[in-house]
């Protein structure tokens, strides 16, 4: 974990488009967490394709918090008195918040990952969007699937027939999320044009139109349409 | 492991997210502030007004330790006009949402791409005569968790009632616009409306686009070849009719 930890501080510098923007003494908020991390959970549970993994290692910072704050917990359990009594509770029902946000989130991305694991493994730029551990798994399920497929009937077949990954005739086996499939979005205002909104390219059937998506407007689209402003933090899924 | 659920939040996943909103209390005993992992809650001093998440507020009005102030949309004038809004002044289009909280100036703030649960549009000094994101959510939890705090509660289920049903309506009758594709704009929607009508709007989007897809592919082919081809100048006669 130690040496990840040097990428992850380079990636922060970056701009993050799903982390905390309002930083106080170096690292983020409690609040500017929940609110980055409740953004990553709507937002991966609002569309079919993988997201990035939160950049500014948003996900492995509020695990830790929750880790503290339940042995925080464990201690005050050790010396009860009824007045600690109801902010245990308090506490307790605030972390099993955060840990069903962080679960949910989590849980989302293996359903994406497990639906189209060859897909995001395919390129580079795709398996970028995977967490490290992300990447171990679906490199092991695919593994194991494969070893499965060849043991119980691709071994019987000829050989120029067991790929899994084949383009021949122009046609793809790896199969993506369908990229074109509605979503519905939230415009969060420019980030370049304080007080504007984004200029959604919407892809129509007989013809592409201009939208401005301005701050607080609720639209219907189609992903690849406001796929862009999404990863980019100028509008959320909802 | 995997989540075995289709795209978008299920109702109770927006009554989560609902319980994230701000609102205000009125403390009937003294509460000392905690370190939560969301930030530390304001010290609770009767009978000084404090801003708390639901989800707490909730806690303390079940151990009787609070009251919680309804937020000024939900009282019986606002929604009475809210109501008068969605059917005679816009019968289309939802009511207008409340504007948002943070204006923005010409110095980039963290609070200018904030949005609902965190907006603070259900707190006591939240502006009335309009319908936040989670109007519906937060209207039946307040009533159902504390009737005695709302003034009027059966007027004010009633016309929360009356509103879900005309603006249900609406979201049905936006499947006319979803025909050709585009951005199609939802504003004022609410989201409960959204979790409930993601299925058929989406539904209906996906199959309409699948139908009119090789006609969108070919006039893509055309436009490329034609340099910039006029969309519009199709036929017609192909055109089907949604009703």
Redesign the interface.
């Known amino acids: 974990m130690q040496d990840i930890s040097d990428i992850l501080e380079d990636l922060n510098r970056s701009h993050d488009p799903y982390g905390a923007d309002n930083y106080n003494d170096g690292r983020p908020s409690g609040e500017a967490d929940l609110q980055a991390l409740t953004r990553a959970w709507i937002n991966e549970r609002g569309t079919v394709e993988l997201l990035p993994w939160p950049k500014d290692g948003l996900i492995e910072r509020v695990t830790d918090c929750v880790k503290t704050q339940i042995e925080k917990v464990e201690e005050l359990t050790g010396n009860m008195e009824p007045k600690t009594n109801f902010s245990l509770i308090i506490i307790q029902t605030e972390v099993e918040r955060w840990k069903f946000l962080i679960r949910s989130f989590l849980r989302a991305r293996i359903e994406k990952i497990d639906k189209h694991t060859l897909h995001y493994l395919s390129t580079p730029e795709l398996q970028a969007r995977l967490s490290e551990m992300e990447v171990a798994y679906a490199t092991r399920h695919q593994q194991l699937l494969h070893q499965h497929y060849l043991s119980s009937f691709l071994g019987s077949f000829p050989q120029n027939l067991q790929n899994l990954n084949d383009t021949a005739g122009g046609i793809s086996m790896i199969s993506g999320p369908d990229e074109e499939s509605g979503v519905i979005a939230r415009g969060l205002g420019s980030k370049d044009f304080p007080g504007e909104g984004v200029i959604v390219q919407g892809s129509g059937r007989d013809a592409d139109s201009q939208v401005e998506v301005v701050r607080g407007e609720v639209v219907v689209a189609r992903w690849s349409d406001v796929k862009e402003f999404v990863e980019k933090g100028e509008m959320e899924l909802v | ?5 289709p ?3 299920t109702p109770a ?1 927006v009554a ?2 609902c ?2 909103e701000m609102v205000t209390v009125v403390p009937r005993q003294q ?2 502030s ?1 370190d ?4 530390p ?1 304001p010290a609770l001093r009767p009978p000084h007004r404090a801003p708390l998440p639901l ?2 507020a909730l ?1 303390l009005k079940r ?1 009787r330790r609070a009251n919680i102030v309804p937020p000024p949309w939900l009282l019986r004038s606002s929604l009475e006009r809210i109501l008068k809004e969605e059917t005679e002044i816009s019968p289309t289009a939802f009511s207008r ?1 409340p504007p ?1 909280p943070h204006a ?3 110095i ?1 703030s ?1 609070t ?4 609902p ?2 907006l603070a549009s259900s707190t006591a000094d939240a502006p009335s005569g309009h319908l936040p994101y989670h109007w519906l959510e937060l209207g039946e939890i307040l009533l159902q968790a504390c009737s005695d705090d709302v003034s009027e509660p059966d007027k004010v289920r009633t016309l929360l009632r009356d509103l879900r049903e005309v603006r249900m309506a609406k979201m049905r009758s ?1 499947t006319k616009h ?12 609410g ?1 409960m409306e ?1 979790a409930e009508g ?1 299925q058929f ?2 539904g209906v ?2 199959g ?2 699948k139908l ?1 897809a090789s ?2 592919a070919e ?1 893509r082919r055309r436009e490329e070849e034609g340099g910039s081809g006029d ?2 100048s ?1 036929d017609d006669d192909m055109e089907m009719e949604m009703e």
């Open positions: 492991m995997a989540l075995p659920l795209p978008g939040l996943e989560f997210l319980e994230m509460l000392k905690h939560l992992l969301g930030g809650t989800w707490l806690l151990q949402p948002h923005i100036s010409a980039p963290a200018d791409h904030k949005s649960p965190f936006i979803l025909e050709g594709g585009g951005v199609v704009s939802l504003e004022g929607v989201a959204v993601r709007v989406v989007m996906d309409l686009r009119g006609r969108e006039r969309g519009n199709e």
